[in-house]
């Protein structure tokens, strides 16, 4: 079984940071893709941020020179460093990671933080 446990949000201003963070844990083998998304009030769930196991990035429009992803393959964990945060990105993030368990490939979520960004 395998579980992704995120930290790190809260309330912030505008203009603050954050340090968001998910770590897999269970019956791991490897782990390709890594990424954030996100889920404001009724809205789709939108991709923030991806990061392939090979540190490959690819960002959303709206948080390129704000956003940085990164990932730790020997914890098993994914960050998302957020700076000059705007209300708008007000939302739950979540962490979703492509994971072999030694027989088979599949997309596990974690269970949503929130980060709310005051003006």
């Known amino acids: 079984q395998v579980q992704l446990v995120e930290s790190g949000g809260g309330l912030v201003q505008a203009g603050g940071s954050l340090r968001l963070s998910c770590a897999a844990s269970g019956s791991i083998f490897s782990i390709d893709a890594m990424g954030w998304y996100r889920q404001a009030p009724g809205k789709q769930r939108e991709l923030v941020a991806a990061?392939?196991?090979?540190?490959?990035?690819n960002y959303a429009d709206s948080v390129k020179g704000r956003f940085t992803i990164s990932r730790d393959n020997a914890k098993n964990t994914v960050y998302l460093q957020m700076n000059s945060l705007k209300p708008e990105d007000t939302a739950v993030y979540y962490c979703?990671?492509?994971?072999?368990?030694?027989?088979?490939?599949?997309?596990?979520w974690g269970q949503g933080t929130q980060v709310t960004v005051s003006s």
């Open positions: 979703n990671a492509v994971i072999w368990d030694k027989s088979a490939r599949d997309g596990y």
């Open positions: 990061i392939t196991s090979g540190r490959g990035t």
